[in-house]
C-alpha cells in the first residue's frame, strides 16, 4: 500500500487523470437516449367490439325527450370522437 502511495504523490497529474477517467468513462461510454416526440392525435386504443343480440339489432333508435336525434358522438364539440373526425378529414385533404 505504501508503494501506492507513493507513487501517486509523486505522478500526482497521471493519479488525477486515472481517476477522473474512471468517473466519466461509463457515462462517454452510454449510448445517447433518443428522445421521442410526443403527438397530438386522437389515436385510440385497439378495442374489440362486442357482438350485438339480434334483438337489439332490430329495435329502432331511441329518440330523446324533445323529439330530436341525439347528437352523434362526432358532433359534440371537443369530444375525442370530434378530434378524430376533423383528424380524418385532414388527412384526406392532403
Known amino acids: 500500500m505504501e508503494k501506492i502511495f507513493e507513487w ?43 357482438r350485438v343480440s339480434i334483438r337489439r339489432r332490430n329495435k329502432p333508435a ?10 352523434k358522438a362526432w358532433q359534440v364539440k371537443g369530444s375525442l370522437a370530434a378530434r378524430r373526425h376533423m383528424a380524418r378529414i385532414r388527412k384526406m385533404r392532403g
Not at 461510454?29 to 362486442?50: I, V
Not at 331511441?62 to 347528437?71: E, H, I, M, Q, Y
Open 62 to 71: 331511441r329518440r330523446s325527450a324533445g323529439g330530436k336525434k341525439p347528437k
Open 8 to 50: 501517486l504523490k509523486a505522478n500526482k497529474f497521471i493519479a488525477i487523470g486515472a481517476a477522473a477517467l474512471l468517473f466519466l468513462a461509463p457515462k462517454l461510454l452510454r449510448k445517447p437516449r433518443r428522445r421521442r416526440r410526443t403527438t397530438k392525435t386522437a389515436a385510440a386504443p385497439y378495442r374489440r367490439r362486442a
